[in-house]
Structures are given as C-alpha cells and as structure tokens.
C-alpha cells in the first residue's frame, strides 16, 4: 500500500476556508468550486476542503478532532510563525511551549481544524523522532 498523501478538511464554507488556506500557504488552489478546494503543496501533499453540508457519506465530525503539522527547523521559527499567524488574526490555543519533543504551538482555522507548527528537539532529530 501507498503511504497518504491527501487529507480533506469537512469545512462550512469552502470558498472561505480556501481564501484562509491560500493565505497561510502562499499559494491559490488547483481546483475550487462552491463546495470543494484543493490544493497541491511542493512535497506532492494533498489539502482538500470539502462543504461539510454536500460530502458523501454525510460526516457527522467536526474541527479539533485532528490536526494537521507543520514542522519548522528551528524554536525560533517556530515563535516567528506563531507572531506572524497571531498577527494574521488565527485563533491561538497554545502559545509556543516547550514539550517533551520540542518547541510546539496549536492554531484553529475558521473551522476549529487545529493546526500545530513544530520544532523537535536535536535528541529527537538525531533518532529520527523516536525516543
């Protein structure tokens, strides 16, 4: 079997969450219809934002029950990205704190989807992130 490489946000409002998505990527979708927009990242990694009102099978999941990560190279990073998507306006549910694999903060998109930025640690990058 293949390894995933797509994942679809259910969304409220598409063309919305596009608009978001377009913007802390920096780049504009491939496709993007009234009830679907996706977009294809360098790394070959699919985003797709479907209208949670039209997706078959209807999807009973909200936002927060999942997150997609974003890993950075280093802590500093990490607080840059946090300044920049706090001053963009994202909603923060963690600030940037240092856990037990590295330096970490938590966003929501309009969705409640959470997004987490990372840093790990030189212990956990020199064992491939495993303890």
């Known amino acids: 079997m293949t390894p995933p490489n797509f994942v679809i946000l259910y969304v409220d409002q598409p063309q919305r969450s596009g608009a978001f998505y377009g913007a ?16 294809v990242l360098d790394n070959g990694f699919k985003l797709g934002l479907w209208s949670r009102h039209t997706v078959e099978p209807a999807a009973s999941a909200a936002g927060g029950g999942a997150e997609i990560v974003f890993a950075l190279d280093t802590p500093d990073a990490v607080d840059a990205a946090h300044a920049d998507w706090a001053g963009r306006g994202l909603k923060i549910l963690q600030a940037p704190t240092n856990l037990d694999f590295g330096r970490t903060f ?26």
């Open 24 to 39: 802390l990527l920096g780049r504009e979708p491939v496709e993007s219809s009234a009830t679907f927009v996706l977009f």
């Open 106 to 131: 938590v966003a929501l998109d309009p969705d409640s989807h959470r997004l987490r930025v990372y840093w790990l640690s030189d212990g956990e990058q020199a064992n491939g992130g495993q303890k």
